[in-house]
């Protein structure tokens, strides 16, 4: 069997591993320690509580970069939490690193804590500085921070109010607005003021109340700009020193301590003026360069300027001005305050102003050291104020100041003479007239005014001369009076005076030639005025006057005008007295040696109105027609030029146009086709700007009475004309109207012995109808007349119905015969009596019995014996019946048979009672009624037809009537007399 064997070989390699293993394990253990990092130390906390800065710095070891907590200690708030890189010191190796808070230091406690990072690896966090507040225990006071701070305009400003110990927090204001609050600890609050506004001088306030404002405590804070100065210039005055000006630009809002301070080359700026955005600072020595700077809490600003001296002078103000006046010029002197202008070329502008009408002109003079200058062209009798400004007049940089003004006053001098018209009404009476003189003109307080009135051809004055006041500007003057001293031409002369002595004489001719101008020119207004223009006139070789006045003055009128060079052919005429509304009349004269002469005239308005007054109307009939007629308005109620009229009639409340008068000069317009009847008319007159008011009238339209009355004269000689002509055809044809229209009516003609009794007549009677006729030629109810009576039944015994008793006092009964045209006689015929009718239809026979007259109170009593009744039965008609009216009467016209009226009614039929009337009545119509009905009724047969004459079978008068008592015959004088007329022809 083989045996293991040990050898020191296998010893030695385990040996090694085992050393190998442990080498390892030291080197791991040397790396991990290389990578622990060091904890910060030496932690310190450096606070700027003006700033709001806290400044950390610690010793840090190797790292770079480190981790920095920041808690508000009481409530272990983070108010910060950061990886930083702060600087470090090579030389000692402290770190630092800088932090701005939000909120003022002082607010509450704030505690501070950093570690070492190399990436993800992290040391352990350093012991923990803590900044103390105010807001500790021990410190009990109520307190506001920060206090008086300054910002710039628009920043954020966080404040914080500290409480006093056991004190409630109530609000926080700023400036007045209740601000929102945040708690940083038990005691502390705070509040931030957003994009602030810049402050008052004072600052703005922010107050803080404890509970139930009990008591409060406060901050101010300032908000402003940094400085921005602008126009920084350095000049001399003394052509030595230098005097440096600027503007101060923007208002910074910062006054006194914070106020902004200047600073030039380096030395304190001192201000020559102070309070004024331009200010000056004094250099004792000219340096040709300067810088200036401005700085104030916010900030600073700087500026630099350089020049020669030569060319930034700048000379002072003259002083001691004096003057040596004239009535026409002064001579205005100075001196300077430097010797040294002495040398120096100067350029100076005299200000000369007149107190009198504040005028203002400026006259420039040179000269080497210039002292005085002389003053030309002044007027009389006038203050002045006068100052002088000088300059460099080589390399000029700028004016000077301007010396303080010297006042005084011209000497007087004789007037200038006054401009003299005249004006002259219609008889021959006027006035001279001349336009007052001006403070300037006057050249002085002017005493009075002469007038006096010189013929130039007796060389010597013609009236006593006339001493006026100043204040007058016209003086009567009488052409016949003036004329009466033996000179025709006689010139007014005019001087105004003086202290100084009297002005130079002014004259004007008193005669004017009496030539009107054939026309007078309409003109319009401009924005330059009336523009007038005429043709050049040889006459005028003393110029030209234009006069003008209110048209419509026409005595004594105040009148202006304006004198114009001759060779002048057109003006424009401006005034301030032109008014609106009121026509103006121009006037253009000729002046020479010898007279003045009138060219040419026109008129015009500044701007033409509608007038103020309507014209006067009045209104009447004429004829047929309607006549307006007015009366022009009045010149000075006219206010344009009347261009014409319009004529309105009025329907209502709404006007119409009748008619548009285009002529001014028509004073009446005619209005034609009008019925009857009441009008209203308006008038109004208008102008280029409009109508008027207008002015209206009423008129009442009559017919139109000469008219009318020879038409009713015209027609009644028509009328008469024709009557007369009517009546003398009539009277001529006399026979044939009579026969045509009035035939005669046959009388029954009676045997020589008629009988007084009543009793029947045999008459041969024409086969045809009866007819029974009362005549009575009154036309009188009451009175007496023909009465129908019926015709008694005759047998052939020749009995009779009865015996009636007879008035012998009235004419006779006649029998009367007539023929019909009906071919059935109509015969009397009674009910129930076959044999006793009057006539058969057979017969030619009828019976008409005439009774005599009697008085319309009678009656008549029918007494019928129907014979052969079947019934023997003798039925009797007892009816009263009256028939008023004379003339011939038919008989009347039945009633018109009934239906209801049966044949066996044992009842006669009653005639109704006839109407009065009178005249002769035909019977107008009938009925043709049956025998049967007839007798049924037991009443008479009405009558067939008109009555004819025996001769004749013509109707007398036609069938026309329907009731007898619907037309009557009048009984006039006319009718009567024509009846007379055709009656004259009987034999």
Excluded at 178 to 189: D, K, Q
Excluded at 411 to 420: G, L, N, S, T
Excluded at 735 to 757: G, H, M, N, Q, T
Excluded at 951 to 977: C, I, V, Y
Aim: hydrophobic content about 35%; overall charge negative; charged content about 20%.
């Amino acid at each position: 069997m083989a045996r293991l064997s040990v050898s020191p070989t296998s010893k030695l390699n385990s040996s090694f591993v085992w050393l190998l293993c442990l080498v390892l394990g030291f080197s791991t253990m040397l790396i991990h320690a290389k990578t622990v990092l060091t904890i910060p130390q030496q932690l310190r906390l450096f606070p700027n509580r003006d700033t709001q800065e806290l400044s950390i710095s610690w010793l840090g070891g190797t790292a770079t970069t480190f981790d920095l907590i920041i808690l508000r200690t009481e409530f272990n708030e983070t108010v910060l939490y950061e990886t930083v890189s702060p600087t470090v010191n090579e030389e000692s190796g402290l770190h630092q690193w800088t932090w701005t808070s939000v909120e003022p230091l002082e607010c509450t406690s704030l505690s501070v804590q950093i570690r070492s990072r190399d990436g993800q690896s992290t040391s352990e966090w350093s012991y923990t500085e803590t900044l103390q507040g105010k807001d500790l225990p021990s410190n009990k006071d109520f307190q506001m921070y920060p206090q008086d701070r300054i910002v710039p305009v628009g920043a954020n400003t966080t404040f914080c109010c500290i409480m006093e110990e056991g004190m409630v927090f109530d609000e926080m204001y700023y400036e007045r607005i209740v601000m929102n609050v945040t708690r940083l600890s038990r005691r502390t609050y705070s509040t931030t003021v957003f994009d602030q506004e810049a402050s008052r001088p004072a600052g703005n306030n922010l107050v803080c109340y404890s509970k139930n404002k009990e008591k409060l405590t406060g901050a101010s804070v300032f908000v402003g700009y940094p400085p921005l100065p602008t126009d920084f210039k350095c000049e001399t005055h003394d052509l030595r020193s230098a005097v440096c000006q600027l503007n101060e630009g923007r208002e910074t809002h910062f006054y006194g301590k914070r106020g902004t301070r200047y600073f030039l080359n380096k030395r304190n700026c001192t201000w020559l003026q102070q309070g004024q955005k331009e200010k000056t600072c004094s250099v004792d020595k000219w340096e040709g360069n300067w810088t200036l700077v401005a700085v104030n809490p916010l900030g600073q600003y700087s500026l630099t300027d350089s020049a020669e001296l030569s060319h930034r002078v700048c000379p002072v103000a003259p002083v001691k001005l004096d003057a040596i006046v004239d009535a026409w010029n002064a001579t205005v002197s100075w001196q300077w305050e430097y010797d040294s202008y002495s040398s120096l070329a100067l350029v100076c502008k005299v200000q000369i102003t007149n107190s009198g009408d504040n005028e203002l002109t400026e006259r420039v003079f040179s000269g080497v050291g210039l002292r005085s200058v002389f003053l030309s062209d002044l007027h009389p009798d006038e203050r002045y104020s006068v100052k002088v400004s000088c300059g460099a007049q080589q390399n000029f940089w700028k004016w000077g100041n301007w010396s303080n003004p010297l006042y005084f006053t011209t000497k007087i001098y004789v007037p200038e003479a006054p401009d003299v018209w005249i004006w002259i009404n219609r008889d021959n009476t006027g006035k001279v007239i001349w336009k007052p003189l001006t403070r300037r003109q006057s050249h002085g307080k002017l005493t009075h005014y002469e007038v006096s009135f010189w013929s130039p051809e007796e060389n010597q004055t013609v009236a006593p001369t006339v001493s006026l006041s100043p204040s007058t500007l016209a003086a009567p003057v009488n052409l016949t009076q003036i004329a009466s001293f033996g000179s025709d031409k006689i010139i007014a002369v005019v001087t105004a005076k003086n202290d100084a002595g009297s002005s130079p004489p002014a004259s004007v001719h008193l005669h004017l030639t009496s030539v009107e101008p054939l026309t007078v020119t309409r003109i319009v207004y401009t924005d330059k005025g009336f523009p007038l223009f005429w043709e050049s006139s040889a006459s005028a070789t003393g110029g030209y006057v234009v006069e003008w006045l209110d048209a419509s003055c026409s005595r004594d009128c105040p009148v202006e005008w304006i004198k114009v060079p001759a060779g002048t052919t057109n003006v424009s005429i401006e005034s301030d007295q032109f008014q609106p509304g009121i026509r103006y009349n121009f006037s253009l004269y000729s002046c020479s040696s010898d007279s003045n002469e009138l060219l040419q005239r026109w008129q015009g308005y500044v701007q033409e109105l509608v007038p103020s007054a309507s014209l006067t109307l009045s209104a009447g009939q004429q004829d047929s027609d309607i006549l307006l007629t007015w009366r022009e308005i009045p010149l000075v109620n006219r206010r344009g030029f009347l261009l014409g009229y319009n004529i309105y009639i009025s329907n209502g409340y709404q006007l119409t146009l009748l008619a548009n008068l285009s002529d001014a000069e028509t004073m009446s317009y005619t209005i034609k086709g009008l019925t009857k009847g009441t009008y209203k008319f308006t008038v109004k007159a208008y102008t280029a700007a409009g109508e008027d008011t207008g002015t209206t009238a009423s008129v009442t339209l009559e017919p139109y009475t000469d008219w009318l009355i020879l038409e009713i004269l015209a027609s009644l000689g028509i009328v008469t004309l024709l009557l007369a002509v009517v009546t003398f055809a009539c009277y001529k044809k006399r026979k044939w109207v009579k026969k045509a229209f009035y035939p005669d009516i046959p009388e029954p003609k009676l045997p020589s012995d008629w009988p007084r009794a009543q009793g029947p007549l045999d008459v041969k009677p024409s086969p045809h109808s009866m007819v029974r006729v009362v005549e009575k030629p009154e036309y009188d109810c009451s009175k007496e007349m023909l009465v129908a009576i019926p015709e008694e039944d005759e047998d052939d015994e020749g009995q009779g119905i009865g015996d009636e008793p007879v008035d012998t006092d009235e004419p006779t009964s006649l029998r009367y015969y007539n023929q019909v045209v009906d071919e059935h006689p109509i015969r009397l015929r009674f009910p129930d009596s076959s044999t006793s009718s009057v006539s058969s239809m057979d017969s030619a026979h009828t019976d008409v019995t005439y009774t005599g007259i009697q008085t319309s109170g009678s009656s008549l009593v029918l007494q019928l014996d129907p014979q052969g009744s079947s019934e023997g039965r003798q039925p009797q008609l007892n009816q009263s019946v009256s028939y008023g009216g004379g003339g011939y009467r038919p008989q009347m016209q039945p009633r018109a048979p009934s239906d209801d009226m049966g044949l066996a009614s044992p009842e006669p039929f009653l005639e109704p009672q006839a109407t009065c009337t009178g005249g002769y009545k035909p019977q107008c119509s009938w009925h043709l009624d049956s025998p049967t009905d007839a007798a049924e009724r037991g009443s008479l047969a009405p009558s067939l037809g008109s009555p004819t004459s025996v001769a004749s079978t013509q109707f007398l008068l036609p069938d026309g009537e329907e009731h007898a008592g619907e037309k009557r015959q009048l009984s006039s004088s006319a009718a009567t007399w024509f009846t007379n007329l055709l009656s004259s022809t009987k034999p």
